[in-house]
């Protein structure tokens, strides 16, 4: 049993993320959820997470609001992708559960300060301002973290925000660099893998068709989430990015990667929140350290059998 606490800014791939790890109680255990300001702003990433855990029924999970804006930068955001909520797609009801009063940074120091040190796993599925602040804030989680598998970063694959730049990053860069060289276990899951999981036709069909409520849900939320990538890449449906995050937890041997030397760019404004992939280890480790193991290949109809059997378990 693996403890997570999810960083998620929901966000329809966020919040198909979040029911897969809901949807897999003997492998994962949500100690808690925290929000972060990204394809919308913090309160409605927040109101989604709650919204999401209703979906699943499991309402006892914590959701904790974390940052509403970058360290240092201004907000931006993706509703253009996601729309105006930030989940667009069935209508859900208002949340009857509430947040905790604890903000998400003081919780994820908490978790980490009083359970046995690398037991908690960091998956942020967003900007990386909830995690670079606790880190900052005290750094002697830093030793206890048991590793960051996160959603984020793009190299053969260039950027999906700017030309060189993936959006979690982009939106925080300062917050990205401090991650990168914070010394804890990292995997990223870069746009390199999440386009090559892409919501085809008949993979939407077995969501839609899964006899289940949340199928339901899940297949308006890509039918609406998917519309912007269709026209922007021409592609039969969008990348499912965050859910590579929790998929990897539960079957890393879908996925192919190596460890490289990443760093982030935080100065140039033509590539800033780049992430620089040294992939084939041109650099000395003795100067660049391997600090990220680069996933760039999944299976992806594992993927999807994977996640199609989590999600029918669902209500
Ligand atoms: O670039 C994709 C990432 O940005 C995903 O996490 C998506 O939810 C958005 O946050
Ligand atoms: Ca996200």
């Not at 606790?134 to 700017?162: C, H, R, S």
């Amino acid at each position: 049993m693996k403890k997570i606490i999810i960083d998620t800014d929901p966000g329809q791939d966020d919040a198909i993320a979040i029911l897969l790890a809901l949807a897999s109680p003997n492998e994962l255990e949500v100690i808690g959820i925290t929000t972060v300001a990204g394809n919308v702003p913090l309160n409605l990433t927040t109101l989604n997470a709650l919204k999401i855990l209703e979906v699943a029924d499991k309402v006892n999970v914590p959701v904790f609001a974390g940052c509403d804006r970058p360290l240092r930068r201004k907000l931006v955001t993706a509703e253009h992708v996601h729309g105006a909520t930030g989940l667009n797609g069935k209508q859900l009801p208002a949340p009857k559960i509430a947040i905790k009063e604890q903000h998400g940074v003081d919780f994820i120091i908490k978790s980490l300060r009083e359970n046995e040190s690398e037991t908690i796993t960091l998956c942020p599925l967003g900007p990386l301002t909830n995690i670079a602040s606790a880190m900052i804030k005290a750094p002697d989680i830093i030793d206890k973290i048991e590793q960051i598998v996160l959603m984020g970063g793009a190299y053969f694959e260039v950027g999906n925000v700017t030309p060189t730049a993936e959006f979690n990053i982009y939106v925080d860069p300062d917050a990205a660099d401090i991650v990168m060289r914070s010394g804890v276990a990292i995997t990223m899951l870069p746009l390199d893998v999440t386009h090559q999981v892409l919501t085809t036709e008949k993979r939407m069909k077995r969501f839609a068709n899964l006899g289940n409520e949340a199928g339901k849900i899940i297949a308006s939320w890509v039918s609406f989430f998917e519309i912007f990538d269709e026209e922007k890449y021409g592609s039969d449906g969008a990348p499912l990015h965050d859910p590579c995050v929790i998929a990897y937890l539960l079957k890393p041997e879908l996925f192919k990667g190596r460890k490289v030397n990443l760093q982030i760019e935080t100065q140039s404004k033509l590539t800033l929140g780049m992430s620089v992939a040294d992939y084939w280890g041109v650099t000395s480790e003795k100067t660049h350290p391997r600090n990220v193991m680069f996933i760039r290949d999944v299976n992806a109809n594992g993927f999807y059998d994977l996640l199609t059997k989590r999600l029918a378990l669902l209500p």
